[in-house]
């Protein structure tokens, strides 16, 4: 059992696929608490009372959602694992078009949309030098734009998809074991094969790029991503720009 006094008592505990899962209803982030947990452990909330999203952004995480965050191991060199954010979210769109959810994208760096709806997003923490926390949230028969009136529009839902939705214990399942799947991928060195699947598959690459700490914005075409997991941007008059994940506040596609 975890042990933080700020918690609502945990619901379960049990091992899947050379995972453990923890299972709360409610939690602060499911990201803050797998932080103290061993690589391959998992937790699971049915609602996150300050779920978060990246540089500092909310998540709104809402009953009926899937709220889940798994540990994995990043042993050796750092760069090797500099892809997971882009990995991560390859899993959960692979995950969702098994579904059948077949128009599901990625949106640098790992946001899972359907059309211009975001239905999905990962956010990774690193808390450790030798393990990573990738958190997923998964929009499944909850209503977020009911909590925040702001994303009315701009979400989407499995149960708007399919007709027939998984529970959320199988969707965590498909979730983890496609997550154990990207992760030997990157684990094994094979970088360039998921560099070629992401680069094959990014829509709309109009794009207006927000730089972090006030550096200004750049409207281009987003080229793909390098082995780092750097963002390649061809500016108007044709120059690339090389951009790291830590420069980026925001991307937005342009339509
Ligand atoms: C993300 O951030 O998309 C990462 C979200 C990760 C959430 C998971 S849930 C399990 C784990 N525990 C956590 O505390 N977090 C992770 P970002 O790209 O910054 O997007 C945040 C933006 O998405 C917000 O500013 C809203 O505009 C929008 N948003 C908030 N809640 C949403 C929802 N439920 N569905 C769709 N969009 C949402």
């Not at 499911?30 to 391959?40: D, E, F, G, I, K």
């Not at 211009?116 to 030098?129: E, H, I, P, T, Y």
């Not at 829509?203 to 997991?229: K, M, Q, S, W």
């Amino acid at each position: 059992m975890l042990n933080d006094p700020t918690l609502i008592p945990e619901l379960d505990v049990r091992a899947i696929d050379g995972w453990t899962l923890h299972e709360f209803a409610e939690v602060t982030s499911t990201n803050s608490l797998a932080a103290h947990l061993p690589a391959w452990s998992a937790v699971r909330a049915g609602v996150q009372t300050a779920g978060r999203g990246r540089t500092g952004r909310p998540w709104v995480s809402d009953e009926g959602g899937l709220w889940l965050s798994a540990v994995v191991p990043t042993p050796g060199d750092p760069a090797r694992w500099s892809l997971l954010p882009l990995a991560a979210g390859w899993a959960v769109r692979k995950v969702a078009r098994a579904l059948g959810v077949t128009a599901a994208r990625l949106r640098w760096p790992n946001d899972i949309l359907v059309g211009r709806q975001k239905l999905a997003g990962v956010l990774v923490d690193r808390f450790s030098a030798d393990a990573a926390v990738v958190g997923i949230g998964l929009n499944v028969a909850n209503r977020p734009e009911a909590t925040d009136l702001a994303l009315a529009g701009l979400v989407t839902r499995l149960a708007d998809l399919l007709p027939d939705p998984p529970a959320p214990a199988a969707l965590l399942v498909r979730l983890l074991t496609a997550l154990t799947m990207e992760h030997h991928r990157l684990e094994t060195g094979d970088v360039a094969g998921l560099c070629r699947d992401l680069n094959g598959a990014w829509l709309h690459r109009h794009v207006h790029v927000t730089l972090a700490g006030g550096r200004g914005a750049i409207n281009g075409h987003l080229e793909g991503i390098d082995p780092f997991g750097s963002l390649l941007l061809r500016n108007p008059v044709g120059e690339v720009h090389v951009l790291p994940p830590h420069l980026i506040e925001l991307l937005r596609e342009i339509f």
